[in-house]
């Protein structure tokens, strides 16, 4: 079982809905991160959350907006989505930011704009 | 840059064949070095992971030992099982505020 937890599992939008993804950990940790991930492809970093405060932002769209409301858990807002934002949305977190602590990863939410 | 290359498959083996997957990195210092497996519908698990030169991380029958003289993690198993069938990402976590950078991913497949 996963340590961190991601809802919904699976999620339909249209491209004028507003609608969010959650994740929740109580490891402890202090960093956390979005992924998006194309079916048979690696992840791609969205934004990196240390110490509640985003420290990365990779270039991605307006129409994502993270949000983390406390040291366990982190949001995404979906407004205004492509069809092409169609993926699986993944939520890791690791004890700190550096190196040396790994990323534990959710089971993701697969989302699907119509 | 920093970045990771695998060897592509997909990748077919027999039960209880031996499994290398090979992965070689480039960084400009000394990076943390991971393997992770992704199985069918779900997200990414934490298989093994070496922070420095000539350590072998290992777990449940995986080894993998960071070279660091031929800049290589090559992940192997001496006798694999169906249900080892899944997705292989190498991925390196160097000085980047925790970002990690993966390689392709090589997909397993293990026939009975």
């Known amino acids: 079982d996963t340590e961190v937890t991601q809802t919904p599992k699976h999620l339909v939008m249209g491209m004028t809905n507003k609608k969010s993804l959650k994740c929740e950990q109580h490891m402890g940790h202090r960093a956390m991160y979005w992924y998006k991930q194309k079916a048979k492809k690696p992840p791609e970093l969205m934004f990196v959350y240390s110490y509640e405060k985003l420290s990365i932002n990779e270039s991605v769209p307006s129409r994502f907006s993270p949000e983390c409301p406390n040291s366990s858990l982190l949001n995404l807002h979906l407004h205004a989505l492509q069809p092409e934002d169609s993926a699986l949305y993944l939520c890791?977190?690791?004890?700190?930011?550096?190196?040396?602590?790994?990323?534990?990863f959710g089971n993701g939410t697969r989302l699907t704009v119509t | 840059g920093n970045s990771v290359t695998q060897m592509e498959g997909p990748v077919t083996l027999s039960e209880e064949a031996f499994l290398t997957i090979n992965c070689t990195y480039t960084a400009t210092g000394y990076p943390s070095l991971f393997w992770y497996v992704q199985y069918p519908g779900e997200g990414l698990q934490l298989l093994l992971k070496?922070?420095?030169?000539?350590d072998k991380g290992s777990n449940k029958g995986f080894e993998a030992t960071y070279r660091k003289e031929t800049t290589s993690f090559h992940l192997e198993k001496g006798s694999v099982q169906v249900s080892d069938s899944a997705v292989y990402f190498c991925?390196?976590?160097?000085?980047?505020?925790?970002?990690?950078?993966f390689g392709q991913g090589t997909e397993l497949s293990v026939k009975p």
């Open positions: 991925a390196l976590n160097y000085n980047q505020g925790g970002k990690l950078i």
């Open positions: 890791a977190s690791s004890q700190a930011p550096g190196q040396f602590s790994p990323l534990h």
């Open positions: 070496a922070t420095k030169a000539d």
